[in-house]
């Protein structure tokens, strides 16, 4: 979109032109919900919370500095909508026990290119309180000092959390990668991880009649 | 500080999840659900934003159309007679029959004349001998307020004798016609010892235009039509109330406020003062009902001719000063047009009854020294159900949980006749309370 149509539909906003509210919503829908997606568990949590920042949007559209840029106010406003999101749902958040993640080695992220789908699924198993810990730190860009305000959370468990996000992220990286080895592996393309089983993990599933 | 690490984790996420527009195709469910959310916005504004000012307009009003419409009704009944003429002017036959109405009248004033000296059998006599005899009170009001109409009397008494000029200038005719009763009162006024002898007094006029069919019909038929306008504005003692709302309370409140006998201008008005304890249950989120008892002092003083008694003066004093005092029992409804959790406005309607705890009228003469009597105060205690109509905007401010502040603009008028003096007296004023909830904790 130019400038000069941007302008033009954020004039008609102005106004609470419904036409030119819709082709504003259009416009930035893809972007908005990619931002609310990030910050929430499913596409219908989103949506509803990209609404409320659309209202937002609508609302205060006429407090909007022309000069600077429009996207990325609207995707302060997403992003700060998401943070309110987070703290009306705080009972929803739970603390997860992280032991298993803790133990994924490093070295397993060279070079990476995960599809988007795949990475936002991610992202979004994450717990609420690691996800908006991530979000804001990783992909913001936000410091702890600053989320913890944000949050009002104290940084210590900014930090922690975004610790234990990150763990829990490169595990299912992990097991992706597993996952697809696997189906690799079955198709009979691939032979290598078969030495990847060592002599304890035989005897242990030996021991115990296959339970593992 | 991020490791090497940690660095590539957040790298993956950031640069993989930069450019979301092509991954969340535009759903106009999604649009509709927002669409609504807007509405529901644009609706909710307009009524908080409006209905302050509306409902201060309409307290405004309530004020401002009680004051400004009851106005003295002497310049509407003189626009009545104008109209009264125009159209008989208009129409021959309906002159005729009213100069026989006005035969029928001479017959009963011939026979009200035989009984003069009974005060009671006057009061029976025929409607036409009450309506001119109306006339004649109409008369000394117009005396009494208006210098213009006064002016207009050389010019009224000539047409009358002079007889001749039937139906003459329109313009003129209103005051002419009232000037004509004045004037044949006023030249007998001397004799004018009781009612009896002016109903007499104005048997030549009914004479005279009887005479001239044109201007008799004009005459005749405005002559009932002054005495009805006129006894509507009988005079009555009363007083005034107002209502209050929350869950249920109690309402302590407190005014001064202004009466007057058919208009609170023209000099008939008087200050009173006004104590109350109200009880209110908001019967849901808008509707409150809301009674109680309001006592109240109502002077005030007005021309005789507001007066209606069945005691007929030798001379009729030139005004009367009441003093009465009324215990107002309200039955109103009030309707929240605005309200948050500090502020509420509100507007009300609701029907008093009046209980007359004492009356008391002077009388005062135009001669100080007249022996006439004084004064009269009503012996016993008179009831009235219903007999006033309320109307009042309610503005009210809570201070706590459990006590709010009130101010009420606030309008009584009269539906029936109240009092022995039979005057309608209405109320106007401002009145202020301290309200305390009794479901503190469930208040809003």
Not at chain 1, 192 to 206: E, L, Q, R, S, Y
Not at chain 2, 48 to 59: C, E, F, H, Q
Not at chain 2, 285 to 294: M, Y
Request: hydrophobic share 35%; glycine share 6%; charged share 20%.
């Amino acid at each position: 979109m130019i400038e000069e149509d941007l302008h033009h539909l954020i004039s008609g906003c102005v106004k609470q032109d419904r036409k030119a509210q819709k082709m504003l919503y259009k416009a930035f829908y893809g972007f908005s919900m990619g931002i609310c997606l990030r910050y929430t568990g499913n596409r219908d949590e989103a949506a509803e919370v990209m609404n409320q920042g659309f209202f937002k949007v609508f609302t205060r559209i006429d407090s909007f500095d022309r000069e600077k840029p429009f996207k990325a106010w609207l995707g302060k406003i997403m992003v700060n909508t998401s943070i309110d999101f987070y703290r009306a749902n705080l009972k929803m958040a739970y603390t997860d026990d992280l032991e298993k993640a803790e133990h994924v080695s490093d070295g397993i992220l060279a070079d990476r290119n995960l599809r988007y789908d795949d990475l936002l699924a991610m992202v979004q198993k994450l717990p609420n309180a690691y996800r908006t810990v991530f979000n804001l730190f990783a992909i913001e860009g936000y410091s702890h000092e600053e989320i913890a305000d944000m949050l009002h959370i104290n940084t210590g468990t900014s930090k922690s959390n975004l610790h234990k996000a990150r763990q829990k992220l490169k595990q299912m990286i992990y097991d992706a990668d597993e996952q697809s080895n696997n189906r690799n592996y079955n198709s009979g393309m691939d032979y290598n991880h078969i030495v990847a089983f060592n002599g304890m993990d035989i005897k242990t599933i030996f021991f115990n009649n296959g339970r593992g | 500080m991020k490791t090497e690490e940690e660095k590539k984790l957040d790298d993956i996420f950031s640069k993989g999840l930069q450019h979301p527009n092509d991954h969340s195709p535009y759903m106009e469910d999604d649009w509709n659900a927002m669409e609504a959310m807007l509405d529901k916005h644009k609706k909710r504004p307009a009524i908080i934003y409006w209905l302050p000012v509306l409902a201060g307009v309409a307290a405004l009003l309530l004020v401002v159309v009680g004051w400004w419409l009851l106005r003295p009704a002497v310049p509407q009944h003189a626009q009545q007679v104008a109209n009264h003429i125009k159209k008989q002017r208009n129409n021959a036959d309906t002159a005729e029959r009213i100069a026989k109405r006005i035969d029928t009248s001479e017959r009963s004033i011939a026979k009200q004349n035989n009984i003069k000296n009974n005060t009671r059998d006057i009061n029976k006599s025929s409607n036409v001998s009450q309506q001119l005899f109306a006339v004649k009170r109409g008369t000394h009001q117009k005396q009494a307020n208006s210098n213009n109409y006064a002016a207009v009397a050389p010019q009224v008494t000539k047409q009358m004798t002079g007889n001749k000029q039937a139906a003459t200038t329109p313009a003129v005719k209103s005051p002419d016609t009232v000037m004509l009763a004045q004037n044949v009162n006023k030249k007998n006024q001397a004799n004018a010892g009781g009612v009896a002898v002016n109903a007499a007094v104005d048997i030549p006029r009914a004479n005279d235009v009887a005479a001239n069919p044109a201007t008799n019909g004009v005459a005749a038929n405005t002559a009932p039509k002054l005495g009805t306008d006129v006894a509507s504005n009988k005079i009555k003692p009363k007083r005034a109330v107002m209502a209050y709302r929350p869950q249920f309370a109690l309402s302590v409140l407190g005014s001064t406020d202004i009466n007057g006998v058919g208009s609170f201008q023209g000099g008939a008005q008087g200050k009173g003062n006004t104590v109350g304890l109200l009880f209110s249950a908001g019967v849901s989120k808008r509707f409150t009902i809301s009674t109680g008892a309001v006592y109240s002092s109502k002077p005030y003083l007005t021309g005789f001719d507001n007066y209606h008694s069945a005691f007929q003066f030798a001379t009729d004093p030139l005004s009367v000063k009441a003093d009465c005092r009324v215990l107002d029992i309200p039955l109103n409804v009030d309707y929240s047009l605005f309200g948050n959790y500090k502020n509420k406005l509100s507007v009300g309607t609701g029907l008093s009854s009046y209980i007359m705890l004492h009356e008391n009228y002077q009388f005062n003469y135009a001669d100080p020294y007249y022996a006439g009597p004084s004064s009269y105060t009503v012996p016993h205690t008179n009831k009235y159900f219903l007999g006033v109509l309320n109307l009042q905007a309610t503005y009210q401010r809570q201070l706590n949980s459990k006590f709010s502040l009130s101010a009420q603009p606030f309008l009584k008028l009269p539906l029936t006749n109240i009092g022995a003096g039979q005057a309608k007296l209405q109320t106007t004023g401002l009145a202020l309370g301290v309200t305390w909830n009794l479901n503190s904790s469930s208040n809003p």
